[in-house]
């Protein structure tokens, strides 16, 4: 008897969730929060301009989830847009994402590890680093996404 043995992949919402706020928290505060209190000196207005970032990106997020629910078809930021406004600008606005919106926060992370291990590692290089680990980052995720299609 043959068994069907395709593995069927899984995330649960808890998992997707826990990554993009670990993301978002790695990103932005251990990288952008000591040039914060750099410029600015009072510990009110950095809370306020936190919250005041927090409530823009859950009313992005829930703005992303109606247009989801409304418009149930893979496809993404690119469907979106193609759908609401034009093809043109959801090829636009789809391109714009693949390149700066999911490469941008993986270079600021090999960046920010580049200075960090400078500081225990003197004669590191930061650029240097961050382009090494770039460049693992990305053959890891070709390796990856190569093997699921």
């Not at 808890?14 to 914060?36: E, K, N, R």
Request: glycine content about 10%; hydrophobic content about 55%.
């Amino acid at each position: 008897m043959a068994e069907n043995l395709s593995h069927k992949r899984h995330i649960s919402m808890w998992t997707a969730s826990s990554f993009v706020v670990a993301s978002m928290i790695g990103t932005g505060v251990f990288t952008s929060l000591g040039f914060q209190l750099n410029d600015i000196q009072s510990v009110f207005p950095l809370i306020m301009l936190w919250i005041v970032g927090g409530i823009v990106a859950l009313c992005g997020a829930l703005s992303y989830s109606e247009l989801g629910a409304a418009l149930p078809r893979s496809g993404g930021e690119y469907h979106l847009l193609s759908r609401i406004i034009h093809p043109a600008i959801g090829f636009a606005g789809g391109f714009v994402s693949a390149t700066v919106g999911f490469s941008a926060p993986a270079v600021l992370a090999a960046m920010a590890l580049g200075k960090y291990l400078t500081a225990v590692f003197p004669s590191l290089e930061p650029l240097s680093v961050a382009f090494f680990m770039a460049t693992i980052f990305a053959a890891c995720s070709q390796a990856i996404f190569s093997t699921t299609a």
